[in-house]
């Protein structure tokens, strides 16, 4: 495999001049999400005025306070993303009672909102199934109508393209795509409209604080988005790196990176995330490889890309 080059930049993604226009092919991402109250404290830091309204309960405005912030961050992705580049966030929308009234933020359709005024193509999008078990997790007066509500069990990964369908035009690209081919039934199992089986991110982080301010998804989730809408060689992008595992998945795959992270403490994590990188490829390898044999097994000859693709995996 070709060396590749990761690069972390502790700073606000706000302005990332770091980087180049037209440099990136792909942005994977899961940002704070506006309204969650653990996320309170650092929206309130970018603007002071998000403080007041949210201690005079005025919900609707901290909301749309608080996605102008992010607002800045995904105008600076159209800038760096390439022609034909994605953008893909994770997101889950807020619930939240203000003064007695329990209230749904879509933080999801707004970023759709927003995105598409910047000319970004909205494609087709995931809902990410968060399977629990949790007894309590039904929420409001429980069996007297109609004061009980629908749960939130969901994500989102909002899907977006800057300009055309990306061409290949170079016979290094062509090659490079080639080489990133994925098995037919992870094409039919990955470009579903919804995820299941993908169980969110423990936090194994010993101080609170940076935990609170983590949102960090599965390593596989990372690793899909990754082989689905990049090559090999690429250039990705995470402008709220977090404990890093954008960068991880970017390593295995063999793709470079960039991430952008505003806590300087978040570096051990970071650092013990990129030491976890042989294990947990070794373990997505397993799965995959596995995945395919028994797919395999169970009835669909194995086409000479199949076995061309086996093997490329297989020698990583």
Known sequence: MEPTSHKIIFGSSVNMREVESNSVNLVITSPPYPMIEMWDDMFGKMNNEIKDVLMTNRGNIAFELMHKELD??????????????????????????????????????????????????????????????????????????????????????????????????????????????????????????????????RQKLEDKKIRNRSAAYPFELAIRLLLMFSIKGDTVLDPFLGTGTTMAAAMFAGRNSIGFEIEKSFLSAINSKIGEVKDLSCRFLRERITGHRDFWKAGKELSLLDIRIYFMIYRV
């Open 72 to 201: 800045r961050v995904w105008t600076e992705c159209y800038r760096v993303l390439k022609d034909g580049g994605i953008l893909c966030v994770n997101i889950g929308d807020a619930v939240r009672t203000i003064e007695k009234d329990f209230i749904l933020f879509p933080s999801h359709s707004r970023i759709i909102s927003f995105c598409s005024k910047l000319n970004f193509s909205n494609l087709p999008n995931i809902i990410w199934r968060k399977t629990t078990n949790a007894p309590n997790k039904f929420m409001g007066s429980g069996m007297y109508p109609p004061g009980a509500y629908v749960t939130l069990e969901h994500e989102y990964i909002l899907i977006f393209r800057k300009g055309k369908k990306r061409e290949f035009k170079l016979n290094d690209e062509k090659r490079r795509r080639q080489e990133s081919a994925y098995f037919w039934e992870e094409r039919n199992s990955w470009f579903s409209d919804v995820w299941f089986g993908l169980q969110g991110t």
